[in-house]
């Protein structure tokens, strides 16, 4: 049984506190769950192709990345390419010098 004033979020097994005022969305949860820059809930939602190839730290960064480049703030579109391009050279120099 939930204490009076808490709420059990559908889906994901955990129990929040409820304040006065304050509810969840739809809106609230899809910015969460699947969020418009990262292509919202499709089949090439970035973590999808992440974990499906398995691609670890670096390169799913990569991915991550290059796929969210000018639509989470098209004013970083160039940050988020060089971001990528930081984490796919860290990922050739690990493979280059055996620390991966």
């Not at 929040?16 to 509810?23: A, D, F, L």
């Not at 089949?43 to 992440?50: A, D, G, R, S, V």
């Not at 098209?74 to 620390?99: A, F």
Request: glycine share 8%; charged share 30%.
């Amino acid at each position: 049984m939930l204490p009076q004033k808490a709420m059990r979020l559908p889906g994901l097994g955990i129990d929040v506190k409820y304040w006065k005022g304050c509810k969840e969305t739809m809106e609230n949860k899809e910015s969460i769950n699947h969020p418009e820059h990262y292509g919202g809930d499709n089949t090439y939602e970035p973590i999808k192709i992440i974990e499906h190839y398995n691609l670890g730290f670096h390169l799913g960064n990569v991915i991550k990345y290059c796929l969210r480049a000018g639509k989470k703030d098209t004013t970083k579109t160039l940050e988020d390419l060089e971001k990528c391009r930081w984490y796919l050279d860290r990922e050739i120099n690990n493979l280059k010098n055996g620390t991966k």
